[in-house]
């Protein structure tokens, strides 16, 4: 997605110049690749799992200061529940904008086990590799100063990808467009979570306390997975879930088919048919109300 989200905010802009904002927005990109590769290596040395909190705290911490180098004036969101990991916000207004964007991302992790990271690895020292290391990729060391990084080449890491690589993105991305001194046409906010991996159990409280604030009419979120194909994409609509907790009450002991056979109710039939009848053969939810809060997509 990181990717896409540079891109996302390089449609937003005004394009006065001869060459297009997303040559330019590559062109700082190449000549600045070291130092981003260098501070991105330093986003994912820093333990991010949920348990952890004063390490989650302090990747906020980082993340606040990479916005404050990039210019954007930034703050830690609180939730009204204490100990939650707060939101790293930031914001550059726009003068004359109508529009404003929030940029989503998640600085959390999902859990991870040393023991079952590759050997010789660890899931917070990032390592270079030559490609993908379930393919034929290789471990290498940084190129020598003054040589390209392949762009082919990855790093290693607990959240490369998942998530912190969409704040890398995102914040790189402004950063390159003021670097090329171009301006947006909408105002910006940046929302980066701690708590995603956890299901954002304290999300909505989140949201409700700092409404004013998070005032926008669009979120593009920089946390999906890049399609099957490698290609970019952007998708309309952001898929979420459900979670419910479900007792199915049966027999407590075996029974026997020539006494109960026929008669009793068989609990895991009575849970498949309960599942089979929340959902038609199309996919769509039959469970009441399910719908009532969902906003159809308009055709513009
Ligand atoms: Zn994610």
Known sequence: MKKLCALALVVLLGSTAATTPLQQVRRFRQANERALLTEFGQLVAIPNVAADTANLRRTAVFVQGMMQQRGIRSQLLAAPTPGVA??????????????????????????????????????????????????????????????????????????????????MAILTGYQALVASKLKPTANLKFFFEGEEERGSPHLAELLARHKALLASDVWVICDGPVHQSGRKQVVFGARGDVNLGLTVYGPRRPLHSGHYGNWAPNPALALARLLASMQDSTGRVRVAGFYDDVTPLTLA
Do not use: C, M
């Not at 726009?94 to 660890?122: C, K, M």
């Not at 020292?125 to 471990?139: E, F, I, K, Q, W």
């Not at 762009?151 to 607990?158: E, F, K, Q, S, V």
């Open 86 to 167: 707060p939101v790293v916000f930031g914001e550059v207004k726009t003068p004359g904008a109508t529009r404003t964007v929030i940029f989503y991302a998640h600085y959390d992790g999902q859990p991870v086990n040393p023991a079952q990271w590759r050997e010789g690895l660890s899931p917070f020292t990032p390592v270079l590799a030559t490609g993908p290391l379930d393919r034929d990729g290789r471990l290498a060391p940084l190129p020598a100063a003054g040589q390209p990084l392949d762009p082919n080449w990855r790093l290693y890491a607990r959240s490369a990808s998942d998530d912190k690589a969409g704040i």
